[in-house]
Structures are given as C-alpha cells and as structure tokens.
C-alpha cells in the first residue's frame, strides 16, 4: 500500500498506483478530495499530454500546484489517464 502524505496528513494511498519515470500516480478514486483545490495550471508533457494540477491543503497550509493529473492522455499514456502524481514535499512511500 503506498501512501501520499503532506504536513502529517495521509492524502492518498493504493496498493494500485502505476510508477512512472520516477512518480507513484494513485487511482483518482483513492485520493482524499477533502484535501485537493483545483488549480488553474496547466503543462504539457510530449507523450503525456497536458497536465492539470490540484493545490493541496492540510490544516490551514496550501501547498500550491503539489499534485498533477492527465484528464486526457496521449494513446501512449493511457494506463495513467485521471491518475494522480505528487511532488512539493508531498511525501509518497510503502
């Protein structure tokens, strides 16, 4: 089971996240949206496709732009279509 964590708080966790290129994404359906604003940033990877991204806030402190997701992947991203991926200090791990 891996778990998300940020300022002490479990913010997601799967036995069913996909690693790639070094990040854990978590099924959509297994983050704690309590947790999640959305955000209006948008990147662009080349095989990906665009990103969208959610500022995480945990007890009155917002981590901005802190987790990313791909609502509509290229065909060689599809395995990770609407997961969910951290970075900003948001701690992943077993």
């Known amino acids: 089971m891996m778990k ?3 300022n002490n708080q479990v913010i997601a966790e799967s036995d ?3 690693q790639i290129e070094g990040n854990h994404y978590f099924p959509h359906d297994k983050i704690y949206r309590n947790f999640f604003r959305k955000s209006d940033t948008h ?3 080349p095989w990906k496709g665009e990103a969208s991204y959610y ?3 945990v007890n009155a402190e917002l981590n901005k732009d802190a987790a990313w997701y791909y609502p509509n992947t290229k065909p060689a ?3 990770i279509e609407n997961f969910v991926a951290f970075w900003r200090g948001v701690e992943v791990k077993p």
Do not use: G, L
Request: charged share 25%; proline share 0%.
């Open 16 to 18: 069913k996240t996909i």
């Open 77 to 79: 991203a599809k395995e």
């Open 43 to 45: 990147t662009t990877c």
């Open 55 to 57: 500022h995480i806030e």
């Open 4 to 6: 998300a964590i940020w």
